[in-house]
């Protein structure tokens, strides 16, 4: 079974700061994707990230970065240069390939909020 | 490009009353699709997911179903509501055997 830990329930961060906003995974499957989603007050989930289990970089994608540690089971999000917009609630979800279909398992989420 | 609508954006209605929230793709064809409800301050948890016309898959045992009459459409369905069906629902695709879900605007569900 896929399971996504997030434990940091709120995370603040000042304007023009850098954040890390933690995730761990535990599958037993060998190959797995990993994403990160951002839920504004809005309600959409607005894809940001993916990391494959076998990429040998870590991704990245514009102020967001994935720093992936396949041995310790971590895909940690960095969020560069945090601007206000940026708070959110952000989710970190694993795929997998189960019977022909991506099955996504979604973490509880981080609360980010930016400080002017 | 491909866009992903659901309507309403928002419903509430009474316990025992019936529920019907449409989900569109355009732009893809054959995606996989799929629901998910969201409880006030959770994650997202998958209820139904479908790879192709009338293929369904339940991932929990609930008073919901789902059905999927045509290629980019995607319905979720109840006879009977409960309180406990209240949250906000995303529709979301996949390219078959991609990676990245997109989801659709969400429904957000009262049932009083």
Redesign the interface.
């Known amino acids: 079974a896929q399971k996504i830990t997030q434990t940091q329930p709120g995370m603040f961060v000042q304007e023009k700061e850098a954040v890390t906003l933690d995730c761990t995974y535990d599958t037993s499957d060998p190959s797995y ?1 990993l ?1 990160w ?1 951002k839920q504004p007050s ?6 940001l990230i ?1 990391q ?1 289990s076998y990429d040998q970089q870590n991704a990245t994608e514009g102020r967001y970065s994935l720093n992936f540690q396949k041995a310790r089971k971590s895909a940690n999000l960095v969020i560069s240069a945090s601007q206000l917009g940026d708070s959110a609630m952000y ?1 970190c ?1 694993m ?1 997998s ?1 189960s ?11 981080t609360k980010l909020q930016v400080i002017p | 490009s491909q866009t992903i609508h659901q309507w309403p954006a928002t419903l509430v209605q009474p316990v025992g009353s019936p529920l019907s929230l449409e989900c569109t793709v355009e732009g893809t064809s054959n995606p ?1 699709l ?1 629901w998910y409800r969201q409880a006030a301050g ?3 948890q ?1 209820l139904f ?1 479908s ?1 192709g016309i009338g293929q369904i ?1 339940s991932e929990v045992p609930q008073n919901l179903s789902a059905s999927r009459p045509q290629d980019r459409q995607f319905i979720l369905s109840s006879k009977k509501l409960l309180l406990s069906d209240s949250g ?1 629902y ?1 529709c ?1 695709w ?1 390219v ?11 429904t ?1 569900l009262t049932v009083l």
Do not use: D, H, W
């Open positions: 994707g994403f989603y809005s309600g959409e989930m607005i894809f993916y494959g989710f979800a795929s390939n019977g022909g279909y991506q099955k996504v398992t979604f973490g509880i989420g | 996989n799929y959770r994650g997202l998958l997911y790879v898959s906000f995303l979301a996949s078959s055997y991609g990676n990245e879900q997109f989801f659709g605007p969400g957000r």
